[in-house]
C-alpha cells in the first residue's frame, strides 16, 4: 500500500488568505488527482496532474506535480468562504489488474472565514 | 448535473437488519464501480471493486459475506450490509470511472448509515 501523507491535516484561515496544502509519498505516482469534498457530499474532481513538474491552474487555486511525481502541493489564492472543505489527494492504484481505483490521503480540511 | 446517484442518502436502522445500498450512473456505462467508506473526520477508504457480470474483489480487510455486492447491470451496483451493527454505522460512497481507461472518478453523494 502506498503511503500518503497530506498536511496540513487542519487549516482555519482569514478570507483573502493565502494557502498551500501538501501531498507526499515516498512512491512515484503515474499521475495524481485532486478532489474537494463538503460535508455531506461525494468527493468532486478538480484537477489531475500527469506529468513531473506540471503546474496547472483552476481560477485562484494552482497545482503542482513535484518533477519526481512524489509529491503534490495546492496553493489557493486569495481564499473564499466558498473554498471550506476537505481537500483531498488521490493516485491511482491498480488492483489486480483493473484499473481506476484510488487511494486517498487524509486529507486537510480547510476553514476560510468571513 | 449529478452523474453518479446514490439512494438511499441516508438510512437509520436497527442493530441486526440489512440496509441495501443503490449506486446508478446516470447517461453512461459503468463496468467497474468503487465502494468507499468514510468515518467522521476520517478520509475516504476503499471497501471493494463492483465488476459487472462478476464478483466484487474486496479489499483487505473487509468481509466480502457482510457487505454483499451485486452489479445487476451496467448502471447499477448495489452494496447490502448484513447483520448490521453499530460500528458499520458510516457514510458509505460509490464512485465510478469517467471513461473506460480513466483513472479519474464520479463520486455519488454518498449515503449516511446509523445503526442504533
Known amino acids: 500500500t502506498q503511503l500518503l501523507e497530506q498536511s496540513p491535516q487542519f487549516l482555519s484561515i482569514q478570507e483573502g488568505e493565502n494557502l498551500t496544502v501538501y501531498c507526499n509519498s515516498s512512491?512515484?505516482?503515474?499521475?495524481l488527482q485532486w478532489y474537494r469534498q463538503e460535508p455531506g457530499e461525494g468527493p468532486v474532481l478538480l484537477v489531475t496532474v500527469v506529468t513531473g513538474g506540471e503546474v496547472k491552474k483552476l481560477k485562484r487555486l494552482t497545482f503542482q506535480f513535484g518533477d519526481a511525481r512524489k509529491d503534490s502541493s495546492l496553493h489557493i489564492t486569495a481564499a473564499q468562504p466558498g473554498d471550506t472543505g476537505l481537500y483531498l489527494c488521490?493516485?491511482?492504484?491498480?488492483?489486480?489488474?483493473?484499473?481506476?481505483?484510488?487511494?486517498f490521503g487524509k486529507g486537510t480540511k480547510l476553514s476560510v472565514k468571513p | 448535473g449529478a452523474v453518479v446517484s446514490q439512494h438511499p442518502s441516508w438510512v437509520i436502522c436497527k442493530s441486526g437488519t440489512s440496509v441495501k445500498i443503490e449506486c446508478r450512473s446516470l447517461?453512461?456505462?459503468?463496468?467497474?464501480m468503487f465502494w468507499y467508506r468514510q468515518f467522521p473526520k476520517q478520509s475516504l477508504m476503499l471497501m471493494a471493486t463492483?465488476?459487472?457480470?462478476?464478483?466484487?474483489?474486496?479489499e483487505q480487510g473487509v468481509e466480502k459475506d457482510k457487505f454483499l455486492i451485486n452489479h445487476a447491470s451496467l448502471t447499477l451496483s448495489t452494496l447490502t450490509v448484513t447483520s448490521a451493527h453499530p460500528e458499520d454505522s458510516s457514510f458509505y460512497i460509490c464512485?465510478?470511472?469517467?471513461?473506460?481507461?480513466?483513472?479519474?472518478?464520479?463520486f455519488g453523494p454518498g449515503t449516511r448509515l446509523t445503526v442504533t
Open positions: 512512491s512515484v505516482f503515474s499521475s
Open positions: 488521490a493516485p491511482p492504484m491498480n488492483y489486480g489488474g483493473s484499473q481506476g481505483n484510488l487511494i
Open positions: 464512485s465510478a470511472p469517467r471513461g473506460p481507461n480513466s483513472y479519474e472518478q464520479y
Open positions: 463492483s465488476n459487472e457480470g462478476s464478483k466484487a474483489t474486496y
Open positions: 447517461d453512461f456505462q459503468a463496468t467497474t
